[in-house]
């Protein structure tokens, strides 16, 4: 069966740190890949997405980046923190290229900014 | 362009009564669609997915919803709530054959069962 991993679960950071957030896919390949936000009783956000290793689409623009080094790996970055990226970062998967697919969520890692 | 509207953002039921959580869309295709529950700090959990097959889906954990293209409803209800069932819940619908992007999410409705 799959699995993913997020981690950490919570972190608390000051304005102006970087961020490496995490995330990993176990018993499938080349599986798309999604970072969403969700802030404080607000709906889900998509950041990002990719289809395999190196693609990346950004959804939003801002002052985060994000990764895909190997096939079953998500990484999102920030070089300098802002206040306004506190939240829920929650990293899923799905098979495919097409959206009918479902998505399988990780459990997310609650991000403060101080 | 597609939407989802989910048209309560709380509902608060007995323990025991049924539940019934609203949602409406709004897609130039044969959409699918799904929900999905959230508990406190954790990820979204798949509770049953709509993809043109039988109109009357089944989900996990006693949740079924019906997806009626003349009313664009996908209504999420189970007949008997419990506590472990308070959570917030996500409609979502997916353009047919869209890209990887191609999921918009409602707002949630955060459901509150009363004891």
């Known amino acids: 069966s799959q699995t993913i991993h997020q981690w950490p679960a919570t972190l608390v950071q000051p304005v102006g740190s970087p961020l490496s957030l995490e995330c990993t896919v176990e018993?499938?390949?080349?599986?798309?890949l999604y970072w969403y936000r969700q802030a404080a009783g607000r709906g889900l956000q998509l950041l990002f997405y990719?289809?395999?290793?190196?693609?990346i689409s950004s959804e939003v623009p801002q002052n985060l980046s994000a990764s895909r080094p190997q096939d079953r790996q998500f990484i999102l970055s920030s070089k300098k923190l802002l206040l306004s990226d506190s939240g829920f970062y929650l990293c899923?998967?799905?098979?495919?290229?097409?959206?009918?697919?479902?998505?399988?969520f990780g459990d997310g890692t609650r991000l403060s900014i101080l | 362009a597609q939407s989802v509207t989910q048209l309560d953002s709380h509902v608060s039921v007995s323990e025991g009564t049924p539940v019934l959580l609203r949602c409406n869309y709004s897609?130039?295709?044969?959409?699918?669609l799904f929900w999905y529950v959230q508990h406190p700090n954790k990820g979204l959990q798949l509770l049953l997915k709509?993809?043109?097959?039988?109109?009357l889906v089944k989900g996990i954990n006693g949740f079924e919803a019906e997806f009626k293209k003349s009313e664009t409803s996908f209504h999420l209800t189970k007949p008997s709530a419990h506590m472990s069932d308070a959570a917030e819940y996500f409609c979502?619908?997916?353009?047919?054959?869209?890209?990887?992007?191609?999921?918009?999410f409602g707002k949630g409705t955060h459901l509150i069962i009363q004891p």
């Open positions: 899923a998967w799905s098979w495919g290229r097409n959206s009918n697919q479902p998505q399988h």
């Open positions: 018993g499938t390949s080349n599986p798309n």
């Open positions: 990719s289809v395999g290793i190196g693609q």
């Open positions: 897609s130039s295709y044969s959409p699918s």
């Open positions: 709509y993809t043109s097959a039988a109109t």
């Open positions: 979502v619908v997916s353009l047919s054959g869209g890209g990887a992007d191609g999921l918009t």
